[in-house]
């Protein structure tokens, strides 16, 4: 794949107690590569409108946005890369109630169109283990964003539940978090995020082990989460004080990407991302990993509008993957886009956009 990104080449992670107590680091400087940045590969993501939430592929140019739900009844959202980098799982609601769709070819929708997870309640927001037998879902009887629910283990060649989540890393009212998740390399393990920290989930049992960022001056409450494919360093979106956690997990305006080490001495850093004005990010998409480069794709905020907030698809520079600090969120690429576009995800698969 040269030097396209590959989430799947993945080290070993130490356990779970690897992770260290953080300290706030005030700077760190980073080479990084001149904008604008071209990745090779697809990005998919959520565009909602007035109409209802459907699934957009388009490559780094965003020239060419094509909707792969078009022709599918219901709401349709936060898509995620099968391993293959061809198919596609996505939580899709009809008449009110959300299951875990996969998409098989995206050439053709419909047609390889097949229900995985249809139960009581609602299924949302799935992801999928890299080995492509493992799917991790949110299971919840409210649809509003924050209620995230429990976490559910699916095993897709038997086509049964492993495990739900006896516990989660606390609750807020009626809602159980987790919000966010990612695998750890080489481990059916997730780092997941919640109040006021991180934890460890482990599918195959449905435990979540809480890890409250102590040494935290800044507070940080995390939003987003994603992992390095060395499994060394975890990137985060979230808020910092004085706003509530509440707001920052509910997928409100954040201003914080936060950074630490899974192992070693567990150094973290911060930065304000709001480089440029009225930009905001929501939510991390993916790490994009090149041998001399990392980029953050995420959802932004660009100023108001009179119908809401108009979100675009972004991507923070990060520079160097060994000596990562942020450097700013840019949209220009992405200008051209309409709607509110959230969760994108990238895989090094350079589609046919036509």
């Given at each position: 794949m040269s030097e396209k990104m590959n989430r799947r080449n993945f080290l070993p992670l130490a356990g779970a107690g690897a992770i260290m107590a953080p300290t706030i680091l005030t700077s760190c400087s980073a080479p990084t590569a001149p904008d604008p940045i071209s990745i090779p590969g697809t990005i998919v993501f959520q565009r909602t409108t007035s109409s209802g939430s459907d699934i957009y592929i388009m490559d780094w140019s965003a020239e060419t946005q094509i909707n792969l739900t078009a022709d599918i009844p219901g709401n349709h959202g936060r898509?995620?890369?099968?391993?293959?980098?061809?198919?596609?799982?996505?939580?899709?609601?009809?008449?009110?109630?959300?299951?875990?769709?996969?998409?098989?070819?995206?050439?053709?929708?419909?047609?390889?169109?097949?229900?995985?997870?249809?139960?009581?309640?609602?299924?949302?927001?799935?992801?999928?283990?890299p080995d492509g037998n493992l799917l991790v879902y949110s299971q919840t009887n409210s649809l509003s964003v924050i209620s995230n629910g429990l976490l559910v283990a699916y095993d897709l060649n038997s086509d049964q539940e492993i495990s739900r989540t006896t516990n989660c890393i606390t609750k807020v009212g009626d809602n159980n978090f987790p919000v966010d998740r990612d695998f750890l390399p080489g481990e059916r393990t997730m780092i997941?995020?919640?109040?006021?920290?991180?934890?460890?989930?482990?599918?195959?049992?449905?435990?979540?082990?809480?890890?409250?960022?102590?040494?935290?001056?800044?507070?940080?409450?995390?939003?987003?989460?994603?992992?390095?494919s060395n499994g060394t360093t975890c990137y985060g979106i979230g808020m910092s004080s004085p706003y509530p956690?509440?707001?920052?997990?509910?997928?409100?305006?954040?201003?914080?990407?936060?950074?630490?080490?899974l192992q070693g001495e567990g150094s973290v850093r911060s930065v304000d991302v709001n480089s440029q004005e009225n930009v905001k990010t929501r939510m991390m998409g993916d790490l994009i990993e090149l041998p001399s480069l990392l980029v953050m794709l995420c959802s932004c905020r660009v100023g108001y509008v009179n119908s809401?907030?108009?979100?675009?698809?972004?991507?923070?520079?990060?520079?160097n993957p060994n000596r990562a600090m942020p450097k700013h969120i840019s949209t220009a690429a992405f200008d051209n886009m309409?709607?509110?576009?959230y969760w994108p995800r990238f895989t090094a698969v350079e589609h046919i956009l036509s």
């Open positions: 898509p995620f890369w099968g391993p293959d980098g061809m198919s596609l799982y996505f939580d899709s609601e009809v008449d009110g109630k959300s299951s875990i769709k996969k998409m098989s070819d995206i050439s053709d929708p419909a047609g390889s169109l097949e229900t995985i997870v249809d139960e009581e309640g609602h299924q949302i927001h799935p992801q999928v283990h997941v995020t919640g109040v006021p920290g991180v934890g460890i989930y482990y599918p195959d049992t449905g435990v979540v082990e809480p890890y409250v960022l102590s040494n935290n001056p800044n507070n940080i409450t995390l939003n987003s989460v994603a992992v390095c956690s509440e707001l920052a997990l509910s997928f409100g305006d954040c201003d914080t990407i936060a950074a630490w080490d809401g907030d108009l979100w675009k698809i972004g991507y923070s520079n990060l520079g309409t709607g509110s576009n």
